[in-house]
């Protein structure tokens, strides 16, 4: 089935380490995204890629950095310098075509120890 | 806008009740609308919807309203059942970037 697929689902880092998220899609959409959401609050954007080898900040892009390599794949690592990275990390999707509906994968948790 | 504040707005319903949820988005000019249902631990599902051209749009058992006056935008739910406990996020177009800014989201509880 046709879908994105993140990994690791709960990830566990301690202070001062890099960590990289995956999100892998086979929808062939031109257009990935990465949100952070803090509990009982919305979606905040950290980066985004409309194409392959090019890629934008978001609102919240300080403490992380993404590639776009491939149109399948768009990493996300989450830096030592990002001070409070604990959350739940979305990624999504969608076609080049605006507007559309993002498509979204299942979350990573992320928790600092 | 950031949401502030770690509670989010709870709606309460009886099973078998309509819901209805409310958003307020903030560009005039946005375009498109989608309400996304978030079940604990997982990511957003789409549910429905709606381009600016239109105020009105129906799906199975939801309704979105768009009142581009007073930029309201409503889900209505309709026979609301235990499995529609979630939480409920609307998200607007950002015409210029081809992004969607999403709201604060609103905690749906059915009580059997």
């Known amino acids: 089935d046709g879908g994105i697929t993140q990994s690791p689902k709960y990830l566990f880092r301690k202070e001062g380490q890099n960590v990289t998220l995956s999100c892998e899609q086979n929808?062939?959409?031109?257009?990935m995204y990465w949100y952070r959401q803090d509990p009982g609050q919305g979606l905040r954007l950290i980066y985004y890629?409309?194409?392959?080898?090019?890629?934008q900040k978001g609102d919240i892009a300080e403490g992380y950095s993404v590639s776009r390599e491939k149109k399948e794949s768009f990493p996300l690592t989450v830096t030592s310098a990002q001070k409070n990275p604990t959350a739940f990390y979305l990624c999504?999707?969608?076609?080049?075509?605006?507007?559309?509906?993002?498509?979204f994968g299942e979350g990573s948790r992320l928790t600092v120890l | 806008g950031e949401s502030v504040g770690l509670h989010l707005p709870t709606l309460s319903v009886q099973e078998g009740d309509n819901s209805i949820i409310n958003c307020a988005y903030s560009?005039?000019?946005?375009?498109?609308f989608i309400w996304y249902k978030q079940e604990s631990g997982k990511g957003p599902q789409f549910i429905i919807d709606i381009r600016s051209n239109m105020d009105k749009r129906q799906g199975q058992r939801v309704t979105v309203l768009l009142n581009k006056t007073v930029k309201h935008l409503s889900l209505q739910i309709a026979a609301t059942q235990p499995g529609d406990s979630a939480v409920y996020f609307c998200?607007?177009?950002?015409?210029?970037?081809?992004?969607?800014?999403f709201g604060g989201g609103t905690r749906l509880m059915v009580k059997p």
């Open positions: 890629s409309q194409i392959v080898n090019d890629f």
């Open positions: 999504a999707s969608k076609t080049g075509a605006s507007p559309g509906e993002l498509f």
């Open positions: 998200a607007e177009n950002n015409n210029a970037g081809n992004m969607l800014t």
């Open positions: 560009n005039s000019a946005s375009d498109y």
């Open positions: 929808l062939n959409h031109d257009a």
